[in-house]
């Protein structure tokens, strides 16, 4: 069990080798004025503190920026169902003959959009042929302009359902709306909290209430911490969370966004949980996707969500960031080799060979 505000806990303050008489006097001192109690070891080296007492509004920088301390542990965390010490074995997720949070590295891929039928059929097919098990396909789009494509709704959903009966391909989607909540739930395989949607706290208290797997993507301009709490709010029901790094906002403009790779590495030591990619999103250009699909791989990751659409040059959204069936299966197979080294295991395409490139008409340029 996670330990509850208030409950007595210990934090161990370890001092340099150099600290001084006066550097242990000072923190005996602060100890003290917050109410706590200390038991001190004495070693040959090094002098170890434990703080005894209510540390739930302790800050962990606060006190390893005390003179002569070295490091502090023990604290405990704003995020208790979601890091190590509440559960240290890995969650892991079944997705298709996969697991996420095991050995399992898990690609999920499709179009970004749902746009009709007859599309989401050609893009199962296409995964399917390439040994993809998931495919990844919005109903509902959140847009920066009214006028830009908003995704089929609740219909896009049933489509999806039809998909998965002709093909045997699993679906997964973005849902907006507390309201869509529970129909998607019954749809489709898998469930996405949008970057745009990660503090939309109605919408994650919903998604605890399913046992659907929910992704949920960390917002562009959202810390580890924050990401971690939005979590909190799904795991308060719903164990089967999935943690997507897709870039947040910095200075840069020759991408879309910067993919934090140290983001995938620190949630790796801090949670539990299975961590993911979004190299589309972060890139905004198909250019860059395999590089960033290959450096989440090496930082650790569990798996990609990457945009592959039959035709991307006429997609209703994000062509730009979409692979050709052809990209997409060179990106494998170098995902494959970096994967291998790693010791993670990865489907083995279905496809013979790698495709060459069709008549791709020419990407427009975004205003």
Known sequence: MSRQPNEPATMVLILTPWATEQDMQQLFQRIEDKGLDRVVYRAQVRTH?????????????????????????????????????HRRAHTRIPVGSQQLGSEDFVVIAGPCALESEEQGL???????????EIMRASCFKPRT??????GLGVEGLHILSRIREATGILVETEVM?????????ELVDVVRVGARNMQNFDLLKEMSRIRTPVIVKRGASNSIKEFLLAAEYIL?????????ERGIRTFETGYRNTLDVGCVAVLKQETHLPVIVDPSHAAGNKTLVPALSLAGVAAGADGLIVEVHPHPSVALCDGDQALHRFQFENLMRDVRGVAAVLGRRTLPPLSTGFATPGPEPALSVPA
Not at 177 to 185: G, L, Q
């Open 122 to 132: 050609e893009a199962a097919r296409m995964m399917k042929g390439l040994g993809i």
């Open 49 to 85: 503190i434990h703080v005894l007492g209510d540390l739930s509004g302790e800050s962990e920088t606060q006190w390893s920026a005390q003179p002569g301390v070295e490091q502090v542990y023990g604290l405990p965390k704003p995020y208790p169902m979601a890091n190590k010490t």
């Open 236 to 244: 308060q029901g719903n164990e089967n969370v999935i943690l997507c």
């Open 145 to 150: 302009s009214p006028y830009s494509f908003q």
């Open 177 to 185: 709306d507390v309201r869509d909540v529970e129909i998607a739930s």
